[in-house]
């Protein structure tokens, strides 16, 4: 079946500008995460939804960083503002409620230059 | 804040048995996950354990976990080429919601 998909999978972006990724979860899992992850590094949580309701967002950096997800099924994570250290790899992920395993999308990679 | 700390390089013959380790600091956690990821590949999940269990065994994957030394450990049997990869070990904290990630270990399988 299909898994995780995000868009779009590789953004180039200049200081400045605002981005917005995309991310559609396995159709009928409930819970949505986003990920960033620098290279090198482990991904590191943003945030996640319950159905269309954000339960955390501890993990985004600053207010330039927003989600939503809004029918409870794609979400999008915007960056406003860009900045060169914003690249990254940006990770969703979802589950089905009370299971335990996070499935993961192939990701995005974001330049800023 | 919870952490989760991985050697960074395992370099093994085909054939040979691989063992990667990691530690982690929470000692709430809940599950405790191996992910793998290839180049240009997203995360995929190989295998997770439950906190009161010690030892999953599935197909050439073992996993250990010695909850008094919050150590967790994953060993691959007759280790393949295919099988190199960036080992991430996962720690789910006391729920599901956020996972907290090692910085991956490289496993290098030489033919």
């Known amino acids: 079946g299909a898994g995780v998909s995000q868009s779009p999978r590789y953004k180039v972006t200049k200081r400045g500008q605002d981005v917005a990724l995309r991310c559609d979860p396995i159709?009928?899992?409930?819970?949505l995460y986003w990920y960033r992850q620098a290279l090198g590094q482990g991904p590191e949580f943003l945030t996640y939804?319950?159905?269309?309701?954000?339960?955390?967002k501890s993990g985004l950096p600053n207010d330039r960083f927003s989600a939503e997800r809004p029918e409870g099924s794609i979400s999008t994570l915007t960056i406003q503002r860009t900045e060169q250290r914003d690249s990254a790899m940006y990770r969703c992920?979802?589950?089905?409620?009370?299971?335990?395993?996070?499935?993961f999308g192939p990701g995005t990679r974001l330049l800023v230059l | 804040g919870e952490d989760v700390e991985q050697s960074l390089f395992l370099s093994v013959r085909e054939g040979d048995s691989s063992v990667i380790n990691c530690t982690y600091t929470d000692s709430s956690s809940t599950y405790l996950y191996w992910y793998k990821q290839e180049p240009g590949a997203g995360l995929q999940l190989l295998t997770y354990i439950f906190s009161n269990m010690d030892m999953k065994q599935d197909q050439r994957l073992t996993v250990l976990l010695n909850k008094k030394d919050k150590h967790l450990s994953l060993r691959i049997a007759d280790t393949q080429t295919g099988d190199s990869a960036i080992y991430f070990c996962?720690?789910?904290?006391?729920?599901?919601?956020?996972?907290?990630f090692g910085k991956g270990t490289m496993l290098l399988v030489s033919p």
């Open positions: 159709s009928g899992h409930v819970s």
């Open positions: 992920a979802s589950s089905s409620q009370g299971l335990e395993t996070q499935y």
């Open positions: 939804f319950n159905y269309e309701a954000q339960q955390d």
């Open positions: 996962a720690d789910s904290g006391t729920g599901y919601s956020t996972l907290t």
